[in-house]
């Protein structure tokens, strides 16, 4: 199951929030962000699910499910812009292209993004503990050597 998740998970990345072109799906509940993805891997039919609440401070849940739509893994995430100055737009454009480089590192889940990725003045890190089944997680943004933003996520295997 772990590489059919893994194959999954950095398809369903690169069709959700990471790709700026991808349009949301209807909220499934009130103020949320929703993105949607489906696949079959490996002969097992897949459906990701990542909602969201809030924009420079932001929590939410990225859900998989197989076979008969039984939850099988699960991320929750929270994330801040640690300057004040720096606005979801600007959070967007320095985050979205390292989260479309998910698997691209075969040495770090893919989780989020690679370990590191420099876009212009923005350096993104992400470094994490643990496999599929259980890990821990930080990505951090800096601009100028200053940390500007950060991400804290947990999660693993639903039994």
Aim: proline share 3%.
């Amino acid at each position: 199951m772990n590489n059919q998740l893994k194959k999954f998970l950095i398809e369903a990345k690169k069709q959700t929030y990471a790709n700026q072109n991808v349009e949301k799906v209807a909220s499934l509940r009130p103020f949320s962000e929703d993105y949607h993805y489906e696949a079959e891997i490996d002969g097992v039919k897949m459906v990701y699910h990542d909602t969201y609440f809030g924009g420079e401070k932001f929590i939410g849940e990225e859900v998989v499910y197989a076979g008969e739509g039984r939850p099988v893994w699960g991320m929750n995430y929270y994330g801040v812009a640690l300057d004040e100055n720096l606005t979801e737009e600007a959070m967007d454009k320095a985050l979205r292209p390292a989260l479309m480089k998910a698997g691209e590192d075969t040495a770090i889940l893919p989780l989020r993004g690679p370990r590191e990725f420099v876009n212009g003045d923005y350096r993104y890190t992400f470094s994490v503990e643990g496999d599929l089944d259980y890990f821990t997680g930080v990505e951090e943004i800096s601009k100028g050597g200053e940390i500007v933003y950060r991400l804290y996520c947990h999660g693993g295997v639903i039994k």
